[in-house]
């Protein structure tokens, strides 16, 4: 299997297919800390990640944010004193694409490095 902080997000459009159970079993070894949430009917990665202080947490979300521009996929982040709720989705298929695993692991190595 191959990692997915090697691929790069594909462009989507609202006909592209969202994840089957089997993708989704396949991936989520590879971001074991991200939860399966659905809200408002919408299946979404959620992880929350925790710091220090809120300069560290705001230097984290900055970096996830010119990582989103870079690979043209975007979350919803909220910032606090000590941490960094990261949400992840396709909003174009209202749902969740390979993209958004693929963005879930990239944060997790945005977090893995040292600070």
Known sequence: MVSLTREKCVACRSDSPRVTPKEIDEFKPQIPEWKLVNLDGIDRLERTFKFDNFATALAFTQQVGELAEAEDHHPKLTTEWGRVSVMWWT???RGLHRNDFIMAAK???LYSRPR
């Open 107 to 109: 944060t997790d190595g």
């Open 91 to 93: 909003h174009k298929i």
